[in-house]
């Protein structure tokens, strides 16, 4: 009951107009329009447990980016890959929840013409979702894939040089955009 009322809450917080306003100075600069994708894991967030402190950071940063996509103009990147992993989600709350949420994306990859490519980074060790969710990113120019899956960051870090998207932890990014800014 307690997730619930907190999954609530950061849907709230998502889609108020008022709180989203309050939420929006730290980031962009105007010159910058970002096309990110945020993968499952980033959207399953809300519902892992908030008492952890990363959990809890990671969430927020998520809800802020989502923010960003609705009032400052950044640009959501989806897939078919990821619309079909939230539909496998049997928790119908969480699934119509995230499904609510992917109604911001701006744009929705298909999964089809990026098979080959997902093979190819297949066979540098990712696991074969995580492998389309990064060919589907990188088809359109996304400027940056944000997981929380420590897995898929760490052989993203790895491979670097022969992806052709940053993958980075949302919490992470945000808060060098933030210094960034600050600086």
């Not at 420590?150 to 955009?177: C, H, I």
């Amino acid at each position: 009951m307690g997730l619930c009322r907190e999954v609530e809450s950061f849907s709230t917080k998502i889609l108020t107009a008022t709180d989203l306003s309050n939420r929006v100075n730290c980031v962009q600069t105007p010159s910058q329009n970002w096309k990110i994708y945020l993968d499952t894991c980033c959207l399953n967030r809300f519902f892992n447990d908030q008492t952890q402190p990363r959990i809890r950071q990671e969430t927020e940063a998520v809800a802020e980016i989502i923010s960003h996509f609705i009032i400052m103009g950044w640009q959501w990147i989806s897939s078919q890959v990821l619309i079909f992993e939230v539909n496998q989600n049997k928790n119908l709350k969480q699934r119509l929840h995230i499904k609510e949420l992917l109604t911001y994306a701006h744009h929705t990859v298909p999964v089809a013409p990026e098979r080959l490519r997902g093979k190819q980074i297949s066979s540098l060790g990712f696991q074969n979702r995580d492998a389309l969710h990064i060919a589907c990113a990188e088809s359109v120019n996304t400027d940056i894939l944000l997981t929380t899956d420590d897995r898929m960051l760490k052989r993203a870090q790895r491979f670097s040089s022969q992806l052709r998207v940053r993958v980075e932890n949302p919490y992470t990014w945000l808060r060098g955009m933030a210094q960034n800014e600050q600086s």
